[in-house]
């Protein structure tokens, strides 16, 4: 066990390391940033001066071991564009994603879960082939599309809802939250509804094959024979065995509610870290999306390193190697 | 000709077209791809004004509802744009470049994520290992996330979309056609392939290649209704297509600018036409999952 979490350790540093080269190495194709610092008139000399001063004139390699250095350092770069450290302006951000993503997996898990199981437990019934129609119709949906048309109909049409922001916040240990203040909550309604719907079909068909895979095998006949009800047997001896694979792609449906959310927030303007990043790719405030996107990777190397130490508590047969 | 017919006859005896009647499912997608294709080929001979052409816009018909509300116009169906645009005919032109990006990155991806699968699955070894290493790694980040990234630091065009989709897309077809590849090398065919002497690259080509095609074309099936999404949000984010080819998604987005003020037509449709054209791929792809590929259920 301790071999392994070392190992994967290492191995996490290394895809870090190789995401901060890729994105430093794209990032220094877009384009001389220089330009966004001086002002319009600024002759040669102050533009080569402002060049030298962002050490853009140095080689590539040079800059990239300033890069790398400083964020070593902790020091992760300045906003071209709000003149604060990058780091910190996305850190104010996340609370905001955190919460959208958080009420969205609740809401996708509560309802695929007891809807997989109806619709793994009886396939033939008309209800689960519904269901079945729905998720699939939920896959096809753009989500953007799900989020104007929830804005057009129940903010524009009947005024039911707030179509942007994010309400009033509650402070909790120094960090702003929506979901405690009924505006905060009428708020979020829209975005998480948005953000959860391609999540739930897919957590949903899951959790049916899985359903349907383990319905089939002796010890759920042997344990009606004995004599356990039906729905005994359904949640407490197929639905665990069920969920193996849900848990599988729960860290990667957590990793798309995250990209995804980067649209959710753009249509609601919910001042989350993907809303900031779409605003950085329209400024070109380059150090913003350098920050956004290897925190974000750092968020997804983690989210599946815990993955995978859930999965062998939740399935003895897997050993870490 | 002779032998067309012979062909065609062999595919309505099949169990495959046999199943396909017998599956609504199957049907209604059939329908809605057949649907697209006759919008895609005959759409713009069909809708009286060319969206791109300056000469056929009427500003004074700007923002001109449905036929079916008051104040609409029975020549703009599906109602018009900010510039005097027939939406109905934007949708038209949208989809030809929706479907375009889509089935271009559909052949790209699976071309380069087939060769590098067929590769290290025939080779095996360190190539093997480290392809499937960047494939693990790329898996574990959203595909939206990386064509995201890819377009902030390229631009907006057609081809930048087409590399962005092909860069994000190529994964899941080299680990299908790898898993294959693998299955199909220990059969006897190939070592009797092996033992007549025959180059690698020809087993590869000829004899392991077109054992592997029902894998690939299941997962190429699926793959484009994922190609139309992302492109479609790339495009709605403002990072995808550049405004002068506008795909559904950029449609959508220009509908959006205007619709707190409750001109809807010019978003809600070209967004029903993206879920419609996706549900009915979503459709005949499962349909060909089921009955072509029985393990990936």
Same mark, same amino acid.
Not at chain 1, 82 to 94: D, N, T
Not at chain 1, 173 to 184: E, K, M, P
Not at chain 2, 264 to 274: C, D, E, K, N, Q
């Given at each position: 066990?301790?071999?392994?979490?070392?190992?994967?350790?290492?191995?996490?540093?290394?895809?870090?390391?190789?995401?901060?080269?890729?994105? =430093?190495?794209?990032?220094?194709?877009?384009?001389?940033?220089?330009?966004?610092?001086?002002?319009?008139?600024?002759?040669?000399?102050?533009?080569?001066?402002?060049?030298?001063?962002?050490?853009?004139?140095?080689?590539?390699?040079?800059?990239?071991?300033?890069?790398?250095?400083?964020?070593?350092?902790?020091? !992760?770069?300045?906003?071209?564009?709000?003149?604060?450290?990058?780091?910190?302006?996305?850190?104010?951000?996340?609370?905001?994603?955190?919460?959208?993503?958080?009420?969205?997996?609740?809401?996708?898990?509560?309802?695929?879960?007891?809807?997989?199981?109806?619709?793994?437990?009886?396939?033939?019934?008309?209800?689960?082939?519904?269901?079945?129609?729905?998720?699939?119709?939920?896959?096809?949906?753009?989500?953007?599309?799900?989020?104007?048309?929830?804005?057009?109909?129940?903010?524009?049409?009947?005024?039911?809802?707030?179509?942007?922001?994010?309400?009033?916040?509650?402070?909790?240990?120094?960090?702003?939250?929506?979901?405690?203040?009924?505006?905060? $909550?009428?708020?979020?309604?829209?975005?998480?509804?948005?953000?959860?719907?391609?999540?739930?079909?897919?957590? $949903?068909? #899951?959790?049916?094959?899985?359903?349907?895979?383990?319905?089939?095998?002796?010890?759920?006949? =042997?344990?009606?024979?004995?004599?356990?009800?039906?729905?005994?047997?359904?949640?407490?001896?197929?639905?665990?065995?069920?969920?193996?694979?849900?848990?599988?792609?729960?860290?990667?449906? !957590?990793?798309?509610?995250?990209?995804?959310?980067?649209?959710?927030?753009?249509?609601?303007?919910?001042?989350?870290?993907?809303? !900031?990043?779409?605003?950085?790719?329209?400024?070109?405030?380059?150090?913003?999306?350098?920050?956004?996107?290897? =925190?974000?990777?750092?968020?997804?190397?983690? #989210?599946?390193?815990?993955?995978?130490?859930?999965?062998?508590?939740?399935?003895?047969?897997?050993?870490?190697? | 000709? %002779?032998?067309?017919?012979?062909?065609?006859?062999?595919?309505?005896?099949?169990?495959?077209?046999?199943?396909?009647?017998?599956?609504?499912?199957?049907?209604?997608?059939?329908?809605?791809?057949?649907?697209?294709?006759?919008?895609?080929?005959?759409?713009?001979?069909?809708?009286?004004?060319?969206?791109?052409?300056?000469?056929?816009?009427?500003?004074?018909?700007?923002?001109?509802?449905?036929?079916?509300?008051?104040?609409?116009?029975?020549?703009?169906? /599906?109602?018009?744009?900010?510039?005097?645009?027939?939406? /109905?005919?934007?949708?038209?032109?949208?989809?030809?470049?929706?479907?375009?990006?889509?089935?271009?990155?559909?052949?790209?991806?699976?071309?380069?994520?087939? +060769?590098?699968?067929?590769?290290?699955?025939?080779?095996?070894?360190?190539?093997?290992?480290?392809?499937?290493?960047?494939?693990?790694?790329?898996?574990?980040?959203?595909?939206? /996330?990386?064509?995201?990234?890819?377009?902030?630091?390229?631009?907006?065009?057609?081809?930048?979309?087409?590399?962005?989709?092909?860069?994000?897309?190529?994964?899941?077809?080299?680990? *299908?056609?790898? @898993?294959?590849?693998?299955?199909?090398?220990?059969?006897?065919?190939?070592?009797?392939?092996?033992?007549?002497?025959?180059?690698?690259?020809?087993?590869?080509?000829?004899?392991?290649?077109?054992?592997?095609?029902?894998?690939?074309?299941?997962?190429? *099936?699926?793959?484009?209704? *994922?190609?139309?999404?992302?492109?479609?949000?790339?495009?709605?984010? @403002?990072?995808?297509?550049?405004?002068?080819?506008?795909?559904?998604? %950029?449609?959508?987005?220009? @509908?959006?600018?205007? /619709?707190?003020?409750?001109?809807?037509?010019?978003?809600?449709?070209? @967004? +029903?036409?993206?879920?419609?054209?996706?549900?009915?791929?979503?459709?005949?792809?499962?349909?060909?999952?089921?009955?072509?590929?029985?393990? %990936?259920?």
């Amino acid at each position: 066990m301790i071999s392994y979490l070392i190992k994967r350790i290492f191995q996490m540093v290394a895809v870090l390391w190789i995401v901060s080269i890729i994105v =430093f190495t794209m990032m220094s194709f877009t384009g001389d940033p220089t330009y966004m610092m001086v002002p319009l008139d600024a002759t040669q000399e102050e533009i080569a001066h402002a060049r030298a001063l962002l050490g853009l004139d140095k080689p590539y390699v040079v800059q990239y071991g300033i890069f790398l250095k400083n964020m070593l350092h902790g020091d !992760l770069g300045r906003s071209f564009v709000f003149r604060q450290p990058a780091f910190g302006l996305i850190m104010e951000r996340v609370p905001a994603t955190v919460e959208m993503v958080m009420v969205s997996m609740i809401l996708a898990l509560v309802l695929a879960i007891p809807l997989g199981v109806f619709a793994g437990a009886y396939p033939r019934m008309k209800t689960s082939r519904a269901i079945m129609a729905g998720s699939l119709l939920g896959i096809s949906l753009p989500n953007f599309w799900l989020g104007i048309m929830l804005i057009f109909v129940l903010a524009v049409q009947f005024h039911l809802l707030p179509s942007s922001g994010r309400g009033d916040t509650v402070s909790l240990a120094g960090v702003n939250l929506s979901v405690f203040t009924r505006d905060g $909550l009428l708020h979020i309604i829209m975005p998480a509804v948005t953000l959860c719907f391609a999540t739930l079909a897919m957590l $949903l068909r #899951i959790t049916r094959a899985g359903m349907m895979e383990v319905m089939k095998q002796d010890y759920i006949k =042997f344990a009606r024979a004995k004599g356990a009800t039906f729905h005994n047997v359904l949640f407490k001896h197929a639905l665990k065995n069920a969920l193996i694979p849900v848990v599988t792609i729960f860290g990667l449906q !957590l990793g798309d509610l995250i990209a995804f959310a980067t649209i959710t927030e753009y249509i609601f303007a919910w001042p989350g870290m993907g809303k !900031l990043l779409i605003d950085s790719i329209y400024m070109g405030d380059r150090p913003v999306i350098v920050v956004y996107l290897m =925190f974000v990777a750092f968020l997804f190397v983690l #989210i599946n390193f815990v993955v995978d130490i859930i999965y062998t508590f939740i399935d003895p047969r897997i050993t870490l190697r | 000709m %002779l032998l067309f017919s012979k062909k065609s006859e062999a595919f309505l005896e099949s169990e495959l077209f046999h199943n396909f009647r017998g599956s609504y499912s199957a049907i209604s997608g059939a329908g809605i791809i057949a649907f697209f294709v006759f919008i895609v080929v005959l759409g713009p001979s069909l809708v009286w004004q060319n969206p791109y052409d300056i000469a056929s816009l009427e500003l004074l018909d700007a923002y001109k509802p449905p036929f079916w509300i008051p104040g609409g116009d029975v020549h703009y169906i /599906l109602g018009t744009d900010g510039q005097g645009r027939d939406v /109905l005919a934007s949708i038209v032109y949208g989809t030809r470049i929706s479907l375009l990006i889509s089935l271009a990155a559909m052949v790209c991806s699976s071309v380069i994520g087939a +060769a590098l699968g067929l590769i290290s699955g025939y080779y095996g070894g360190r190539l093997d290992g480290f392809i499937m290493r960047v494939a693990d790694v790329q898996l574990s980040f959203p595909s939206l /996330l990386i064509a995201l990234f890819l377009m902030s630091a390229f631009g907006n065009g057609l081809g930048k979309v087409l590399i962005s989709l092909t860069c994000v897309g190529w994964v899941i077809y080299a680990r *299908t056609v790898r @898993g294959s590849t693998l299955s199909e090398k220990q059969k006897e065919y190939v070592q009797a392939a092996q033992a007549a002497g025959l180059p690698n690259h020809k087993i590869i080509v000829r004899h392991i290649l077109p054992n592997v095609m029902t894998p690939l074309i299941v997962v190429a *099936t699926i793959q484009i209704g *994922t190609f139309i999404l992302i492109e479609a949000s790339l495009s709605f984010l @403002g990072v995808g297509v550049p405004i002068t080819q506008p795909s559904l998604g %950029l449609l959508v987005k220009n @509908g959006f600018d205007v /619709l707190l003020s409750g001109l809807w037509w010019t978003s809600v449709f070209p @967004g +029903a036409f993206i879920m419609l054209l996706v549900f009915g791929i979503n459709l005949l792809g499962d349909f060909l999952r089921d009955e072509l590929n029985p393990r %990936l259920r």
